[in-house]
């Protein structure tokens, strides 16, 4: 008599209840068994909730520790009538502080409240391991026992090759949503506003380190992909060799008459039993270990040039520790940043091999939303088409991605210069000690693999992020914190590469509005199209480097017909379809 009732009086509405899984589970048990069973009921469940939202520190998450917490009178608890009031009154305390951090449906409190997280609360107990047979149980003891007591270091279980017996092995690998984990990391910093201001589908997309556009942005489409974007190896050197983790070569031009090549290599540490590697050069062979590199001469150099200045020369090189091989190309080259003092300010230039250059060139942006579509033709086809154009610099932009091997490549050998940012675009990044700690590794990591590549001049912090600190703020703090992070990596790994902090940037310790004035600095003007001028508003700012403009173009007609009907009148710019294709509010009005 209850039950039908009772589902009657609550309709449509969401259920909220403290431990809601429990109650559910009753409810439904008892719906099916009257027949009138119909699906899941919308439920929040304040223990989850508040486990996740508000957990750090905490050791019980029941309804007496929520009320404590929230400063809420129980009386009576475990009667009905009481428990049921004090959960709504903590839940209105939720909800109150959601909204002022930005949730405002159902849909976006469930990013909270993620299951698969839920373990991270859990008291550690003992579990049961199912093995195929006796042999199987036996291996996985000895493995998770070995893992944890002789081959534990510096706090990471490792598992050693000769303990893997031959056969099949599986490696699991857990995806998780990138909206529910941006929306969890925010929420360690609640009274932080780190929301991006780009034109994204995800508001925290800055916690998570991922390709910021890839919720969209005023370009393109929202489709935050998730996987494994290219091969995954098992790499086990031979003989006690070290593990080979990164290689790189360094050119140095002495005279007209010669220069001298430096090879690197960097393993996992110098602990191993063979720790001496073998380095080729332009034929040529030595010893190399990582701390001591491999020197090779050579008499009358051909230098490395950028597209129409000369040919772009490169010379192989390989590494080779116990099996374990890097390889790249390396051109004879110098680079220098030109900044000099003049009546309107200061200059902003490149020299390449002792000769000025002017940069011709274009922004970078992943060349598809699907990765599994940039392949190493469409990649090397887009540059050769920079190349045709006269372009002589890419610069890959703060919002996509640090790109493949083969894009870098392409670039050595068609001669683009490649003004690299650090993946950080539009927004407000933390300054929290693990966030530190993580974009410390990921710039390291980045720095050392892409410096093999001659065509790399430039280092940058990231893409317009001093815009939200040019006004002193707490903000700034936390920006100067990572911001400095980020030159450490490029200072420390690639001391002879040119670092720049941000773009634009009047410079180092300038927090000027760069894109009006232009007197230093590289500038971004968009005052065409964004601002609504004309093409005549070009001639109305020069700045010293421009180093992103443009203008909205649609895609070619072959491009058009793949999603569009000129029958149904898809090809009017006001369509259902093409607005669905225009992600910049209000594009078609500039």
Same mark, same amino acid.
């Given at each position: %008599? ?10 449509d509405?969401?259920? %909220?209840? $403290?431990?809601?899984?429990?109650d ?22 304040t ?6 939202r508000?957990?750090?520190?905490? /050791?019980?998450?029941g309804?007496?520790?929520m009320?404590?917490?929230?400063d ?19 839940f ?15 849909n976006?409190i469930h990013?909270?409240?993620d ?17 195929l047979?006796e ?29 893997l ?8 690998? *857990?995806?998780k949503?990138?909206?529910?984990v941006?929306?969890e ?12 201001w780009? %034109? ?28 494994i ?23 140095e ?5 010669s220069a001298?090549?430096? %090879?690197? !290599? ?13 380095c080729?050069?332009n ?5 190399i ?17 950028? =597209? ?6 490169l ?9 374990v ?11 220098e ?18 000769k +000025?250059?002017?940069?011709?060139g ?7 939303a ?10 090397r086809?887009?540059l050769?088409?920079? !190349? +045709?154009?006269?372009? =002589?610099?890419?610069r890959?932009w ?11 490549e392409?670039?050595d050998?068609?001669?683009l210069?490649? @003004? ?11 300054? /929290?000690?693990?966030?530190?700690d ?6 390291k ?8 590549y001659?065509?790399?001049f ?23 914190a @990572?911001n400095?992070?980020?030159?450490n ?9 040119? @670092?720049?902090?941000?773009?634009p ?10 894109e ?16 609504a001028?004309?093409?005549?508003g ?5 700045p ?16 058009v017909?793949?999603f569009? +009907?000129?029958k *149904?009148g898809?090809?009017?710019v ?6 669905? $294709?225009?992600? =910049? ?5 500039m």
């Amino acid at each position: %008599v209850v039950l039908p009732k009772f589902k009657e009086f609550i309709k449509d509405s969401i259920l %909220v209840a $403290h431990n809601a899984s429990l109650d559910n589970s009753h409810i439904y048990a008892n719906l099916k068994k009257l027949g009138i069973y119909d699906g899941p009921i919308p439920t929040i469940d304040t223990l989850q909730l508040f486990r996740l939202r508000y957990g750090k520190g905490l /050791r019980k998450f029941g309804l007496d520790a929520m009320v404590k917490f929230f400063d809420i009178v129980l009386v009576q608890h475990h009667r009905a009538v009481h428990d049921a009031k004090a959960t709504a009154l903590c839940f209105v305390a939720m909800i109150n502080d959601l909204l002022d951090h930005g949730f405002t449906n159902y849909n976006q409190i469930h990013t909270i409240i993620d299951e698969n997280e839920a373990y991270k609360f859990g008291r550690p107990s003992h579990i049961t391991l199912l093995c195929l047979n006796e042999v199987g149980k036996k291996n996985i003891y000895q493995i998770i026992s070995d893992s944890h007591t002789v081959h534990f270091y510096n706090k990471d279980a490792r598992i050693i090759k000769e303990k893997l017996k031959e056969g099949k092995n599986a490696i699991e690998v *857990r995806i998780k949503a990138p909206r529910r984990v941006a929306s969890e990391l925010w929420l360690r910093t609640p009274d932080y506003d780190v929301r991006s201001w780009a %034109v994204t589908t995800c508001r925290a997309i800055n916690a998570l380190r991922k390709t910021q556009c890839c919720f969209g942005w005023d370009w393109g489409v929202s489709l935050p992909v998730s996987g494994i974007y290219g091969n995954v190896r098992l790499v086990a050197p031979e003989n006690g060799a070290p593990l080979l983790k990164y290689a790189w070569a360094e050119a140095e031009i002495k005279d007209d008459k010669s220069a001298e090549i430096r %090879v690197y !290599a960097l393993t996992n540490g110098k602990k191993a039993k063979n720790n001496i590697g073998t380095c080729e050069f332009n034929g040529e062979k030595k010893e190399i270990s990582s701390s001591k590199p491999a020197i090779f001469k050579v008499e009358n150099p051909e230098l490395w040039w950028p =597209n129409g200045m000369g040919n772009q020369k490169l010379y192989p090189w390989s590494v080779d520790f116990g099996g374990v091989k890097i390889s790249g190309r390396v051109g004879i080259r110098k680079f220098e940043l030109v900044r000099e003092k003049d009546g309107k300010g200061e200059s902003f230039g490149f020299r390449v091999n002792g000769k +000025d250059i002017f940069s011709l060139g274009a922004d970078w942006i992943p060349c598809d939303a699907f990765p599994s579509r940039r392949t190493p033709e469409r990649i090397r086809s887009l540059l050769k088409s920079a !190349a +045709d154009a006269n372009m =002589n610099t890419i610069r890959v932009w703060g919002g996509g991605e640090y790109e493949n091997d083969a894009f870098y490549e392409a670039c050595d050998e068609l001669g683009l210069l490649i @003004w690299q940012d650090f993946m950080f675009a539009c927004a407000r990044y933390p300054a /929290r000690k693990d966030f530190l700690d993580e974009i410390a590794a990921e710039a390291k990591h980045q720095v050392l693999r892409l410096k093999k590549y001659t065509s790399i001049f430039l280092w940058c912090g990231d893409n317009e992020c001093i815009a939200a600190v040019r006004e002193p703020c707490k903000y700034r703090d936390d920006w100067i914190a @990572w911001n400095a992070v980020l030159a450490n990596a490029v200072k420390e790994n690639a001391p002879n590469t040119i @670092w720049w902090p941000s773009s634009p940037c009047a410079g180092p310790g300038d927090f000027t509005y760069n894109e009006l004035t232009g007197e230093s600095g590289d500038s971004h003007y968009w005052g065409v199209w964004h601002g609504a001028r004309d093409l005549s508003g070009y001639y109305q700012l020069r700045p010293r480097f421009c180093s992103e403009f443009g203008f909205q173009s649609f895609p070619s007609l072959p491009t058009v017909r793949q999603f569009a +009907d000129e029958k *149904r009148g898809d090809f009017d710019v006001n369509s259902r379809v093409m607005l669905a $294709h225009q992600k =910049n509010n209000g594009g078609n009005d500039m």
